[in-house]
């Protein structure tokens, strides 16, 4: 019911930015919940960050400081802006919308099919 579309993903240099984008479209309604999770090669899929319907936001450690999550309602698009990226950073992004129940327990989601961000010299 939803279609999620990343973009912005690519080659940056150690200490570069990027700004990716998550594109939705399909029957978005409130509450609900899009997140940003990475992969890296050999390594489990892990959460990045996260953000609400009503603007609330999370974010793992170890970007903290780094990343922003942010949503723009009126296009229906959620951005992750990545500054200090470090070679560690490099994996596939993916967003995720999640449906929510009452008390915030997403019991629905959907992924998007990702896009590469790699950190390198």
């Known amino acids: 019911q939803v279609h999620l579309v990343e973009s912005g993903g690519g080659l940056v240099q150690p200490g570069g930015s990027l700004r990716l984008s998550c594109a939705a479209s399909?029957?978005?309604?409130?509450?609900?919940?899009i997140a940003w999770y990475r992969q890296a090669p050999g390594k489990e899929r892990e959460l990045v960050a996260t953000?609400?319907?009503?603007?609330?936001?999370n974010y793992r450690d170890d970007v903290k400081g780094r990343f922003t999550i942010s949503k723009d309602n009126a296009k229906n698009t959620v951005n992750l802006q990545m500054n200090s990226l470090k070679p560690e950073d490099t994996a596939v992004y993916y967003c995720?919308?999640?449906?929510?129940?009452?008390?915030?327990?997403?019991?629905?989601?959907?992924w998007g099919q990702g896009t590469q961000v790699t950190v390198s010299p």
């Open positions: 399909g029957n978005i309604y409130s509450p609900y919940s």
């Open positions: 995720k919308f999640s449906r929510l129940r009452s008390g915030g327990y997403a019991y629905w989601d959907t």
């Open positions: 953000i609400t319907d009503g603007g609330s936001t």
